[in-house]
């Protein structure tokens, strides 16, 4: 699974976004992801993809952002 299909189910699941409106330029607070959900969301990267987060990441403000992140993360982890 790819990091944007894991950010497109995950808000699809918790908070009913439809996966066409989950696209790079979107703000993730425009789509409903507050910080509470935020960590919800690298919570469950973590649990899938085996990676432990460091503290003080920089949030991310968009999904694109937030797919860079995740996809930094785990060619570290490789």
């Known amino acids: 699974m790819d990091s944007l299909t894991l950010i497109r189910e995950f808000l ?5 976004v439809s996966p066409e409106l989950v696209v790079a330029e979107a703000p993730l607070n425009d789509l409903g992801i507050d910080s509470l959900m935020m960590l919800e969301l690298m919570f469950e990267f973590e649990d899938r993809f085996g990676i432990t987060l460091a503290k003080g990441l920089k949030s991310p403000k968009t999904v694109g952002e937030m797919v860079a992140l995740m996809d930094r993360l785990r060619s570290e982890q490789s």
């Open 12 to 16: 699809e699941n918790r908070l009913g």
